[in-house]
T-cell receptor
């Protein structure tokens, strides 16, 4: 079974600063996907970024990027030039690379607060 | 942009009653999922569904739960005899392939009294 750990329950930064959210995971799988989802106060789950474990290059999406360290089983999310709208819960999630067995395993989340 | 929709947004029911939560996945997606999030806790996988069959389910998904795709567009989660501890946000998700990115609906908040 997989586990996902997010060790920062809450973080607070000033608008325009850069912030990094940490995530570690434990698995015996060699091939898998990792995701960051954002959950604003509306509670909708919104995909932020995805990383395939077989890719060495770190994924980026505009202001969002990841630092994927496969050997260390670490998958942190960096948000550059943070904006007030980035305030939300952020969940790290793991998915096995196996057809039909792809239920996501989520961490407990980090509550990110962007201060004006 | 296509999105997953869920109805109702909020459902209140009495303990022991049956509820059906409805989802309309993205139209060209083939894989469907239900997740649950108890208030203040993490999101938990319940079940995945493909080709009119359950492909994977968690230990949470016991006999009181069932899923169905009654027509070409809807995907439903039925809870047969609700308990207080079933109170949670229920998210539907869909994906084009497996394994692949899953796109979530806005959720249904279920309150069991």
């Amino acid at each position: 079974a997989q586990t996902v750990t997010q060790s920062q329950p809450e973080m607070s930064v000033q608008e325009a600063e850069t912030v990094t959210l940490s995530c570690t995971y434990d698995t015996s799988e060699n091939n898998y996907y990792l995701f960051w989802y954002k959950q604003p106060p509306s509670r909708q789950m919104i995909l932020v970024i995805r990383q395939e474990a077989y890719k060495q290059q770190n994924a980026t999406e505009n202001r969002f990027s990841v630092n994927f360290q496969k050997a260390a089983k670490s998958f942190s999310l960096k948000i550059s030039d943070s904006q007030l709208g980035d305030t939300a819960m952020y969940f790290c999630a793991f998915m096995k690379h196996e057809i039909g067995a792809d239920g996501l395993t989520f961490g407990k989340g980090t509550h990110l607060i962007i201060q004006p | 942009e296509p999105e997953v929709t869920q109805t109702p947004s909020h459902q209140v029911t009495q303990m022991g009653q049956e509820v059906i939560l409805r989802c309309v996945p993205i139209s060209n997606h083939l894989y469907f999922y239900w997740y649950r999030q108890i208030l203040g806790q993490k999101v938990e996988f319940l079940v995945s569904f493909y080709n009119n069959e359950i492909s994977e389910k968690s230990e949470i998904f016991d006999d009181q739960f069932s899923v169905e795709r009654p027509d070409g567009s809807n995907f439903t989660l039925k809870i047969r005899s609700t308990k207080l501890e079933d109170s949670a946000m229920y998210f539907c998700a869909s994906g084009q392939g497996s394994p692949d990115t899953q796109y979530f609906g806005p959720g249904t908040r279920l309150t069991v009294l």
